[in-house]
Every structure is written in structure tokens, then in C-alpha cells.
């Protein structure tokens, strides 16, 4: 199994920043892409921001120029840096990662709790 844990939510002034974190542990041979996603209230989950393990990079359009994912592969985490917060980010934010188990496995996808992060107007 492959955990994975957020931290970094809460609430902030619209125009302020964040900086969400999340650590993957368990068993696994390596990870995959890691991403971002989100989801408000009455909407459906979208991808924020996703990262290879090559470092490549991809986000949804509201908020380019405005966040930037990160990843550290010795320690198994990905950041997302959040600035110019504006209230429609408000949304609670999951982080998934693609895991490889082993060589005779195909990759799984796997999820974080999530973490709430408001943005007040």
C-alpha cells in the first residue's frame, strides 16, 4: 500500500499564498507522475497541477502564473506553491501519485485525505 498525506491548508486573504505538502510512504518501487487536484462544493474533482518524475509539469488554466508544483524525489513529496490566491480556489486539495508496486505490476493510482483550503474575499 501507498499513503500519502497532506499538510499545508487553511485559510488565507484572497491575494495571499500557501504551500501544501505531501509526503508518500509504503511499499512501493517508484512513483509516477504526482498531481494536485481539487474539489469545491457542488463541482466535480479537476487537476490542478500535475509533475513527472522527470520533472515535467502541467497545470489547469486558472492558475497558471500562479502555482507552481514541485517535487522531491528522495524524500517521495510534492509541493504546491500557491500565490494570488483568489476565493474561487477555495476547494479542499488531494494529492494523488501514480505508484509502481513492482516490475510486474502496472501503476496505481493512489490518494491523500485531503486538505481544506479557503480563500476569504
Known amino acids: 500500500q501507498v499513503q500519502l498525506v497532506e499538510s499545508g491548508g487553511g485559510l488565507v486573504a484572497a491575494g495571499g499564498s500557501l504551500r501544501l505538502s505531501c509526503a508518500a510512504s509504503g511499499s512501493f518501487l517508484t512513483i509516477l507522475t504526482m498531481g494536485w487536484y481539487r474539489q469545491a462544493p457542488g463541482k466535480q474533482r479537476e487537476l490542478v497541477a500535475a509533475i513527472t518524475g522527470g520533472g515535467r509539469t502541467d497545470y489547469e488554466e486558472t492558475v497558471k502564473g500562479r502555482f507552481t508544483i514541485s517535487r522531491d524525489n528522495a524524500k517521495n513529496m510534492v509541493y504546491l506553491q500557491m500565490n494570488s490566491l483568489k476565493p474561487e480556489d477555495t476547494a479542499v486539495y488531494y494529492c494523488?501519485?501514480?505508484?509502481?508496486?513492482?516490475?510486474?505490476?502496472?501503476?496505481?493510482?493512489?490518494w491523500g485525505q485531503g486538505t481544506q483550503v479557503t480563500v476569504s474575499s
Open positions: 494523488n501519485a501514480d505508484a509502481l508496486r513492482s516490475l510486474f505490476d502496472s501503476p496505481l493510482p493512489y
